[in-house]
């Protein structure tokens, strides 16, 4: 079994929050990132899929094809984008770090095993020291 590893980074605003809650409720829950004025952050997405290597070919996965599949599916839709308002995947949800890879998981899952390859982790890092990992 080979693990193939692809990372895009993205720019995108986004707001912590929940509407049922008031500005002060949702700083003391969500920091500095419930700010109502909104902020951004430089992410890196690192995608891994995992396969069998084709004997022919050598690859279960061309890592080009990869990237396309994120780019389209997923980077497009959020790169100098504001998250909670024009991302559709994110519509509806806290825009946590964790919903956001949960959100993006269930974006790449069908795309990816269309190509043979199957999902392994999505890790989305917000900062250079914060990250999440999710598996499905
Ligand atoms: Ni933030």
């Known amino acids: 079994m080979i693990y193939l590893t692809r990372r895009e980074r993205f720019s995108a605003a986004h707001r912590m929050f929940r509407t049922d809650l008031t500005d002060e409720e949702n700083l003391n829950i969500y920091g500095k990132c419930s700010n109502p004025m909104w902020h951004g952050h430089n992410y890196v997405l690192k995608v891994t899929v995992r396969g069998e290597p084709d004997p022919e070919t050598g690859y279960f996965m061309n890592a080009t ?14 790169d100098h984008k504001n998250m909670n308002l024009e991302t559709d995947f994110m519509a509806g949800k806290v825009a946590t770090t964790e919903n956001l890879a949960m959100a993006i998981w269930y974006e790449l899952e069908l795309p990816l095993a269309e190509e043979g390859a199957t999902l392994h982790c999505v890790r989305v890092e917000e900062t250079e020291n914060n990250y999440v990992e999710y598996y499905g």
């Not at 094809?65 to 959020?78: C, F, G, P, S």
């Open 65 to 78: 094809r990869l990237k396309d599949i994120m780019l389209e599916r997923v980077v497009e839709k959020l």
